[in-house]
């Protein structure tokens, strides 16, 4: 049941991803997953129907608790357990090619629950919940 939750989150992450392209604009939100070229011959482990591809967005991060996408296709994973002192990650796709390039970690605690809410990301301890202005 654990490598089926590990395959249907790496699973997620392509999806938004092809969902929410770094480099969107309000313009041009159309999805083009038809598009979207399999980055992994293996579809990241994935049995999927045919004209379904997948890849693995981000790997080695630790067990995730919670996800969450910004409309600038940024994703923010809440973390299980501290990663070199932080509870959560940023991952940006800086050059559309599908595959998180750029990390960035914060939060000095773990918790649960992780959510985006009118520009501001929102993510909780076990005790508090910390709000984050999201900007550039």
């Not at 940024?74 to 595959?99: A, Q």
């Not at 990390?103 to 520009?119: P, S, W």
Request: net charge positive; with cysteine; glycine share 12%.
């Amino acid at each position: 049941m654990n490598r089926f939750l590990h395959k249907l989150i790496g699973l997620f992450f392509c999806l938004s991803v092809a969902a929410f392209p770094a480099h969107a604009t309000d313009a041009d939100t159309t999805i083009k997953s038809a598009n979207i070229k399999s980055y992994n011959s293996d579809n990241g482990g994935l049995q999927l129907p045919e004209g379904f591809s997948s890849t693995i967005f981000a790997d080695g991060l630790g067990r995730s608790r919670h996800i969450a996408v910004n409309s600038n296709g940024d994703v923010y994973v809440k973390l299980d357990k501290l990663k070199d002192g932080h509870g959560i990650i940023r991952l940006r796709d800086t050059n559309g090619d599908g595959k998180a390039d750029g990390t960035k970690g914060f939060g000095n605690y773990t918790g649960t629950g992780i959510a985006i809410k009118n520009g501001y990301l929102y993510a909780s301890s076990n005790t508090t919940v910390y709000r984050y202005k999201l900007d550039s």
